[in-house]
């Protein structure tokens, strides 16, 4: 009776089949289509992707796992915390090209202080919002009660120094305890967003640590029953619609894995596309 109740409860935690397809066997196919990807504009070198989310969420891993996956070895350029923090462990605004060889790949990360409860520990919202806007300059140091000084800014960024995509890093372990605090930042952060059409996606990190059956096998993502209610949950309390929003895991051992890769490169191929989207449509007609 014992095993029989344990495996229906365990069927419950699943859907039949899952609910979006994943190429799981295309690894090659995701970096040769990054590795090859001409941008709209022919103004712009590099898709700027600005991370922003919660202290502890995990913005320098995405930087470091997208990077080890063409770097074909488990890389840290992007210093990270080990674990949550009460402080961010990121501090100054920089910018981290992806190398695959010797070659730079066409889009660029960056990283910024994390956000937080209050106003004593975090990046200060509008310091995001510069970041949008390109005003931003290399090498600010964030201070979590004042917003960029003049001299931090540029008075007139280029089209190269915008963003072109913000991606809000959320927990999937967490992210039912956040503070409703970060979550308003985040949807201030949202709209400033979306006046300047910024497209704009979620990536839900540690999903294993949110979801055993994830975690036995990471291709039972998309039939996991809380990992689509944790994206439900995201989707609700920030906006971003569910299309919008991917769930990764990130590498703990040495080396790294293909299937952990797969998710990492779908994420970042949709990323890519979408902030191309805006290079074209801002582009001059000819």
């Known amino acids: 009776m014992g095993g029989s109740g344990s495996t229906a409860q365990a069927e419950k935690q699943e859907f039949d089949e899952p609910w979006r397809e994943t190429p799981w066997e295309n690894k090659e196919l995701l970096e040769n289509n990054l590795r090859e990807l001409k941008l709209s504009d022919p103004r712009v070198k ?5 991370l922003t989310g919660a202290i502890g969420a995990g913005k320098s891993s995405f930087i ?14 992007a210093l990270a915390n080990s674990g949550s923090a009460d402080r961010s462990f990121t501090k100054t605004y ?19 202080m994390g956000l937080a409860s209050g106003e004593s520990q975090g990046a200060d919202q509008e310091d995001i919002v510069k970041c949008l806007e390109g005003h ?28 072109h995509c913000i991606v809000y890093v959320i927990a999937a372990d967490t992210v039912s305890m956040m503070n409703d605090d970060v979550f308003n ?19 839900m990190t540690k999903v294993d640590e949110a979801c055993r059956l994830v975690k036995k096998d990471l291709r ?48 970042l191929t949709q990323i890519v596309q979408i902030a191309d989207d805006l290079l074209n449509r801002r582009k001059p007609e000819k």
Not at 46 to 50: D, G, Q, V
Not at 66 to 77: A, G, L, P, W
Not at 185 to 203: F, G, H, N, T, W
């Open 64 to 77: 470091n796992s997208v990077n080890s996956v063409f770097q074909k070895r488990i890389t840290t350029e």
């Open 220 to 267: 039972k993502i998309y039939t996991s029953k809380k990992i689509k209610e944790k994206m439900q949950m995201c989707s609700k309390l920030v906006g971003v619609p569910m299309n919008y929003i991917f769930p990764v895991n990130y590498h703990e051992e040495i080396k790294t894995k293909d299937d952990i890769d797969v998710l990492i490169l779908s994420a």
């Open 136 to 163: 931003l300059k290399e090498g600010h140091n964030f201070n979590p009660v004042m917003s960029a000084k003049n001299e931090d800014c540029r008075s007139k960024p280029s089209i190269e120094d915008q963003t």
């Open 46 to 50: 590099h898709i700027r992707i600005l």
């Open 185 to 203: 930042k985040m949807r201030y952060i949202r709209k400033k967003a979306s006046d300047l059409e910024i497209p704009q996606v979620i990536v």
């Open 94 to 112: 920089r910018t981290y090209y992806i190398r695959d060889g010797q070659s730079v790949l066409p889009f660029v990360f960056n990283d910024t």
